[in-house]
């Protein structure tokens, strides 16, 4: 039996496990068949899809959404403005304190 | 995402979730309480390696931010600006978005929904430790920007009286400010020894930043080397790569460690269980005099009915009361004075255990702290 590939859990994250019935045409994935989502794809793909067209165009679409976007998506993002490059730059990655020490990356903003 | 259905609640979180740290098993517990409540949601977090960018579990939908932004403030920023896209879809149907910090207050405000703002920690007092450039007019700007979001929620929740203080100083009314202390499950007397663990051993849980103390743990533990058959366990949350420095601090002191990297969080329990004693070596830093925190670690150990050695520090002692050992932070020879007499008088440290392990309430308080909140904010 294959298993399905799917990553379940919400705080422990482990794979489906239950037996597959077709592979995800997007990535290749084994699915059963509660993970078998609209085209016949697999959840994660569908739902790229499903918003951006394709997922390799997520990216550029971001960013250009948000360039244009200023007051359409959601007023406070004047905020950002205030920041110039002389605030941002001391938030560049070289500009981190001993890496070392560095908590796990992305989330080092607030730990507690 | 998919969209054929209103999400009437969000949680989200600049955070890795999950992940090994105690801030994600604040988010379990907090967002289960918002979920179960609106029976679903949309949780917004970060992702990472081995982190699917989209999950449905039930009626909860799970999407991470996976863009790679190098620069730390772009990257908020477009956290922002894609938790913003997010929630579109939802603008009718959200009633109540509940989150850790501004970048996810911004979008989040945005929707017309409540906001429950919980402040576990305060950009503004923690960017410097791992930012040294950052200026003091950049602070200012993001101190604003807290303020700000702080302001306009309906509720504010902190986990310590330390931290609520640097809130109401933010400008928030005293009375919107609501206290929720951390919670630790009870931990089951019969948790089997991990097999790894040496004989006798001292436990340090937690991330390795400098704020921390670790490495006046490590000068404290060297003036123990007379002790037979003791090892000091340090069970970081973070990945190896972080605690390099520190591991070569502890070879050129000769000491007696054993190291283990992002234990799942279910496995940490028994390791707390069968330590002699757990050390909470926190520095008197700004960041934990003037924010605070509320050391997932601590409750953890007390919940395993393991004494602490900690650094007296008003966070430290409104969460152990006297149900620990208070040591003066920075002051290794101080700390290790007071390990061994913990060791030397084994009955103390039972005691004190015993009398922690009472002390701690479990996470269903801290849901239900959390409940009251949600009804008040909701209620007009
Ligand atoms: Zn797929
Ligand atoms: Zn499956």
Sequence with gaps: MTPCAVTTGFFTLGKCGQMAVAGCPGCGRALCADHIAEGGLCPECAASRNQFGHPASAAAYRRRRYRHSSSSAYQDTLWYTSFDAFDRAAFDPHAGADQDYLDDGDDALVDS | ?380
């Design chain 2, 1 to 380: 995402m998919t969209g054929h259905r209103g999400h009437r609640a969000a949680y989200i979180a600049f955070d890795r979730f999950p992940s090994a740290k105690g801030s994600a098993v604040h988010i379990r517990h907090m967002a289960a309480e918002l979920f179960e409540r609106y029976r679903g949601g949309l949780l917004c977090v970060l992702g990472g390696p081995d982190l699917p960018a989209y999950q449905r579990e039930g009626d909860v939908e799970i999407v991470r931010f996976t863009e790679v932004v190098p620069n730390l403030l772009d990257r908020a920023q477009a956290f922002s600006a894609w938790v913003a896209e997010q929630l579109a879809p939802y603008h009718d149907t959200l009633e109540l978005c509940h989150v850790r910090d501004p970048w996810s207050a911004l979008p989040a405000l945005g929707t017309g929904a409540r906001l429950v703002y919980e402040a576990n920690g305060l950009p503004s007092i923690e960017l410097p430790y791992a930012w040294p450039h950052v200026a003091p007019t950049t602070l200012d700007k993001v101190r604003e920007l807290e303020g700000h979001c702080l302001t306009a929620a309906g509720a504010v929740v902190v986990p310590s009286y330390v931290i609520k203080e640097a809130v109401t100083a933010r400008g928030v009314e005293p009375d919107r400010v609501v206290l929720i202390p951390n919670g630790a499950d009870p931990v089951p007397a019969d948790l089997p020894r991990p097999a790894a663990a040496p004989g006798r051993y001292l436990i340090y849980v937690g991330a390795v930043q400098p704020w921390q103390g670790v490495d006046v743990l490590l000068r404290a533990f060297a003036r123990l080397a007379d002790l037979p058959d003791l090892t000091l366990v340090i069970c970081s949350s973070v990945a190896p790569s972080r605690t390099r420095r520190l591991r070569g601090l502890a070879e050129r002191l000769d000491l007696r460690t054993h190291w283990e990297h992002m234990l799942p969080h279910d496995e940490v329990a028994a390791w707390l269980t069968h330590a002699e004693l757990s050390v909470a070596p926190l520095t008197a830093t700004p960041r934990n005099l003037e924010q605070g925190c509320s050391p997932i670690k601590v409750w953890e150990s007390m919940a395993a009915g393991t004494a602490v050695v900690a650094s007296d520090l008003p966070v430290i002692r409104e969460v152990l009361g006297d149900c620990g050992r208070l040591v003066p932070p920075d002051r290794p020879a101080e700390l290790a004075r007071a390990i061994r007499v913990l060791l030397e008088y084994p009955d103390l440290g039972r005691e004190l255990g015993e009398r922690s392990r009472g002390r701690v309430r479990g996470w269903q308080h801290a849901r239900d702290q959390l409940s009251g909140v949600y009804d008040r904010v909701t209620a007009h």
